[in-house]
Nanobody, 121 residues
Framework: QVQLVESGGGLVQAGGSLRLSCEASGSTHSIHAIGWYRQAPGTERELVAGIRTGDGDDTTYVDSVKGRFTISRDNAKNTVYLQMNSLKPEDTAVYYC?????????????WGQGTQVTVSS
């Protein structure tokens, strides 16, 4: 099993910055990919940024955040970060940490509880 705990959300003015953290515990060695999704009211949950682990981390971003958001990880702390700069009101959403992991022969998805990000105009 993998447990994910997010932190770092809050209220910020447009143009400001926030850094989200996601600390993983449990079978962290089995994580194949980890990243951040977000969901605004009335919309579907979307992938914001992700890292596919391996010899070299392969990162991906949704087009709307490219150049503004950066995903990174600290393996020693089992923590993934999402640095969000130049925030816009449309970035307002609940942000969820997500991980895919091989647990035995099963490929499983895990979610954190979510953290609210609100960007005021």
């Amino acid at each position: 099993q993998v447990q994910l705990v997010e932190s770092g959300g809050g209220l910020v003015q447009a143009g400001g910055s926030l850094r989200l953290s996601c600390e993983a515990s449990g079978s962290t060695h089995s994580i194949h990919a980890i990243g951040w999704y977000r969901q605004a009211p009335g919309t579907e949950r979307e992938l914001v940024a992700g890292i596919r682990t391996g010899d070299g981390d392969d990162t991906t971003y949704v087009d709307s955040v490219k150049g503004r958001f950066t995903i990174s990880r600290d393996n020693a702390k089992n923590t993934v970060y999402l640095q969000m700069n130049s925030l816009k009101p449309e970035d307002t959403a609940v942000y969820y940490c997500h991980a895919d992991a091989w647990i035995g022969s099963d490929y499983r998805a895990y979610w954190g509880q979510g953290t609210q990000v609100t960007v005021s105009s």
